[in-house]
């Protein structure tokens, strides 16, 4: 009896709707819209662990409102940049994703993501390289900064 009230149910619930009916979009947040980027606007210096490596490589960050009020940054280490833009925010922490870059570690083009956090005029996090390349191996990390 309740297969039949559910069958019931979904042919009504398609009759109602429509073929030509458009799906409710959700809004995501956006980053301009929470106090990420009152915090992380700058230039950021900080170390990065590898998880293959002992000692920390430097870098630097230098992050900015592009025309869209998109959050945008410039990554610099080992004498290379690349791009990188804020793909979720909140007011404790926020995720990007790199555009495809070279790793000097890893000797291959790579996209990388980070997963960073606020603490104090600090920040720290965790990053992943992976390759663009099917058998490439993933490197991943720690790091930490300071505004400077």
Known sequence: MQGTFYAAAAIGALIAVGPGATHPTVALCAPSDTGVAAKLVGRWVGTRFDSSAASGHKFTMNWKRDTSQALTGIITMNGSSYPVRVV?????????????????????????????????????????????????????????????
């Open 88 to 148: 979720w925010s909140s007011d404790t922490g926020f995720v990007t994703e790199s555009a495809p870059h070279q790793s000097t570690g890893l000797k291959e083009e790579v996209v990388t993501r980070t997963v960073s956090h606020f603490k104090g005029d600090s920040l720290y996090g965790t990053f992943e390289a992976r390759p663009m390349s099917y058998k490439g191996q993933t490197e991943h990390g720690r790091f930490s900064a300071h505004k400077g």
